[in-house]
């Protein structure tokens, strides 16, 4: 009886919860400054703040050491402008960034993070992250800098971009963060924000959250908050077994600090914005992508062929076949600089009249439209990465430093150098990717909170950093922008009045977060996910319309009435995931009303409309903001240049 | 003859082994589940047991449990790349076809090191 008891238990994997669990027992924190989610802008936030002599704390569902997309390690570090190798100034950079995007791309940070980007990464390595070959390993490259040893990406006359030995980034972080005394709250996911009086739109004064492993409920009161929390995923596509196979992001990253936000009354922007998912099309079969690093990225400038050996040209931004190496890294001549991987937008939907710019920074790239090309003939699938025909030193570079230092593929140069492969004999194998279809994805330059020059939200007491602002993206963005609003924060923070917590709110809030583990039947929260996003494939997919739209919002009410109320949860896991896609289905109407209120298509924001198709109309080139009032959303709207000028303004409120 | 024992079962997540320790190496030091940020290994219940793969649809294959293991490259903890993610390569001059954890994998260990080696320092 006792083999079997053991046998069921190995198998059927049942044993008894690791950690004493406590639902409902309260922790109480004060500190001056809370930064919700510990990331790289949230440790930055962190690091900043605390410099400025007050108290921080961090909370972070997983572990700081490790948690975030940029958790397992990163390659490139962007916007090095003040770099001394470096050719453009930050200007000339940010504004390039802008006007690629035909200004859907939020100054504040980019041009933040243009100024701060290489400070930041020398203080990184004072932290002890390695920036540079000091080992003389990729010694005589063309993208290496003799003096310096740094390496560089993308563009080598330029030198903007610094390849970096990003698994040394978090870590470093990480001590930093003890070493000044950061309060760590590990394993405690963020459920909400704690305003004046419980009112929405009153200023933020603190946020509860519950222990994933203890399921305790943690009550913080802070002068002032920090959103750190990133991006999304899961929204329009969700594989409850092949979950994380597709995703270079942490599946458990869902855009929770958007939603509190929101639910606090805080305005967001550019949610309508999305591209086609291509990151999830042939789960299973799509190799180089995530496994292997992106061919874009971490593969640049590697020599592609197909199945037949036959290379796929690199071209140049007008699509002329290029004849070196070297070419791939260079700007066209009469082109000052390229920007790496843009565009961002589809080109084909662009109209041809609003390409010039697309062309002004396009950078040299693999020959575009490789589905129809493979559909056709012309080249035959699989395709390969050519290492041992590159250059030494650039097959080194991408497979020893490249695929090693980026998060996803760390783990897979140790796996295949065992396995036998060998970058001077072997050529890595990896399909194009195809879109899925109706399913999207927020991926760059997205939605997010609008911040003003102190990365303040509309909220007093309320900031942001990184990928949860408005159009935020990367690891040098978030590093940087997480480094100015932790000095903002404190700013407000020395003076700010002393908050005062809602009890009402805290309790309303207990009792929604445990909801899950009271009940013992009902839904589970892959279900739950699977439900939401089958309602944005449906009704909130690549073309939307309003009538569509209002039955999404609609088939959402009735998940809050039916579906949410019986969402079960058997331990403290299975909560933090469950509270992840009640979280999902809030975010899904935020989308819905972002959509709602732009009447008119955008093929910059790859947003299209069947009842309004006309394509970007120049009285639409603006910001659409929303935010809650009660159950009412109120919209607003800002000039695409409402952060005015970059360098004066940067000036003005830097800090520095 | 005698009836064998059999038990039913409900399915698997699929992939089920993202991770997988060998028992005589691995002592049960939980570090690599304080270094898991999407909480899918949970610790024994028997001290010195190794961790168990709670939730292995929820890994995301990002390998740092396996990169902060004391034990190194011993074999302690090793990651599984699911049989439809083995990559696959090919020789660019024999033509010759391979993937990883392929049957009598004729290929010796590359054992060099990534540029700045295995624990890069500043």
Redesign the interface.
């Known amino acids: 009886m006792a083999n079997e008891k053991k046998l069921l238990q190995k198998v059927a994997g049942v044993i008894e919860w690791p950690w004493p669990v406590r639902y409902g027992l309260e922790n109480e924190v004060t500190t001056d400054v809370l930064v919700l989610g510990g990331g790289l802008s949230g440790c930055w936030a962190a690091i900043s703040a605390t410099r400025q002599g007050l108290k921080v704390a961090i909370i972070d569902k997983g572990c700081v050491a490790h948690s975030g997309c940029a958790g397992a390690g990163i390659d490139h570090w962007h916007h090095a402008c003040t770099n001394p190798a470096c050719r453009i100034t930050p200007e000339e950079y940010a504004q390039a960034e802008i006007e690629s995007l035909n200004g859907y791309n939020c100054g504040i940070g980019v041009y933040i993070t243009c100024r701060e980007s290489y400070d930041t990464l020398l203080e990184q390595e004072k932290m002890g992250m390695k920036i540079r070959d000091s080992e003389d390993e990729l010694k005589g490259a063309p993208f290496r800098d003799e003096k310096t040893k740094f390496i560089f990406a993308y563009d080598y006359e330029n030198k903007y971009c610094i390849t970096v030995w990003g698994t040394t980034l978090k870590g470093a972080l990480y001590r930093e963060c003890k070493r000044l005394g950061v309060n760590i709250f590990d394993w405690v996911t963020l459920t909400s924000l704690l305003t004046e009086g419980g009112k929405q739109g009153a200023r933020v004064v603190g946020a509860t959250g519950v222990n994933v492993r203890t399921g305790e409920f943690y009550i913080f009161k802070a002068k002032a908050t920090i959103v750190c929390t990133g991006g999304e995923s899961r929204l329009w596509h969700f594989s409850s077994e092949q979950r994380a196979l597709y995703s270079d992001r942490p599946p458990q990253i869902v855009g929770e600090g958007w939603v509190a936000a929101w639910r606090a009354g805080a305005e967001l922007s550019h949610f309508e914005k999305s591209t086609p998912l291509s990151t999830g099309g042939l789960v299973g079969i799509d190799i180089v992508h995530y496994f292997g690093g992106y061919w874009e990225a971490e593969w640049r400038p590697c020599t592609m062929v197909d199945a037949i050996g036959k290379e796929i040209p690199w071209v140049d931004r007008d699509g002329n076949p290029l004849s070196t190496v070297l070419q791939r890294s260079q700007p066209a001549p009469g082109q000052k600089f390229f920007l790496p991987n843009l565009p961002f937008v589809r080109p084909s939907i662009i109209p041809a009249t609003s390409r010039d710019v697309l062309r002004k920074y396009a950078e040299p790239q693999l020959m575009r439209g490789l589905r129809r090309r493979i559909a056709s003939g012309e080249f035959v699938a699989p395709l390969y990465a050519d290492l041992p025909s590159m250059p030494e030193l650039e097959r080194r570079a991408i497979f020893g430093l490249h695929m090693g230092q980026e998060g996803k593929t760390a783990i897979g140069y140790r796996m295949l150098t065992q396995a036998g492969f060998d970058p001077d004999k072997h050529m890595l194998q990896f399909y194009p990717v195809e879109a899925v279809p109706r399913a999207r994805s927020f991926f760059f330059y997205k939605g997010g909170l609008v911040p003003d020059w102190d990365l303040r939200t509309n909220l007093e007491g309320l900031y942001a950093a990184g990928e949860a602002l408005l159009t935020g993206a990367g690891a040098s963005y978030s590093c940087c922008t997480g480094r100015y609003v932790g000095r903002k924060a404190a700013e407000y923070a020395h003076a700010a009045a002393e908050p005062v917590i809602d009890r009402k709110q805290v309790e309303k809030e207990k009792a929604r977060v445990y909801a899950p583990v009271r009940r013992k039947d009902g839904i589970d929260w892959k279900e739950l996910n699977i439900g939401i996003c089958q309602v944005m494939q449906l009704y909130c997919g690549d073309i939307r319309n309003e009538e569509s739209l209002k039955v999404g919002l609609r088939w959402f009410e009735e998940l809050k009435e039916q579906e949410v109320t019986k969402v079960y949860a058997r331990n403290p896991h299975e909560l933090e995931r469950a509270l992840e896609s009640l979280s999902l289905s809030t975010l899904g109407e935020i989308v819905m009303h972002a959509s709602l209120v732009r009447k008119t298509s955008s093929a910059w924001l790859d947003f299209r409309r069947s009842d309004y198709p006309e394509l970007d109309p120049p009285e639409w080139h603006k910001w659409i903001t929303i935010k809650l009032d009660g159950d009412k959303v109120m919209v607003s709207e800002l000039p695409i240049n409402y952060w005015g000028d970059l360098k004066e303004n940067y000036e003005a409120h830097c800090g520095l | 003859m005698r009836n064998e024992k059999v038990?039913a079962?409900?399915n698997l997540?699929?992939?089920s082994k993202p991770i997988e320790f060998d028992e005589n190496i691995c002592d049960g030091c939980n570090i690599c589940v304080?270094?898991?940020?999407?909480?899918v290994l949970?610790?024994?219940?028997v001290k010195g047991k190794p961790p168990?793969v709670?939730?292995p649809?929820?890994?995301?294959?990002?390998?740092?449990c396996?990169?902060?293991c004391p034990k190194g490259?011993t074999g302690a903890i090793k990651?599984n790349?699911?049989l439809?993610?083995k990559?696959?390569?090919?020789?660019?001059?024999t033509g010759e076809h391979?993937r990883?954890?392929m049957p009598n994998?004729?290929?010796?260990?590359?054992?060099?090191?990534?540029?700045?080696?295995w624990r890069?320092?500043?």
Not at chain 2, 34 to 39: L, V
Request: glycine share 8%; proline share 18%.
């Open positions: 038990y079962f409900p997540t699929t992939p304080e270094h898991c940020q999407a909480g949970l610790p024994n219940p168990i709670m939730y649809d929820e890994c995301w294959y990002s390998g740092c396996v990169r902060e490259r990651m790349w699911p439809m993610l990559m696959r390569w090919k020789d660019k001059k391979f990883f954890g994998n004729p290929l010796p260990q590359n054992l060099k090191p990534p540029v700045g080696g890069p320092k500043p």
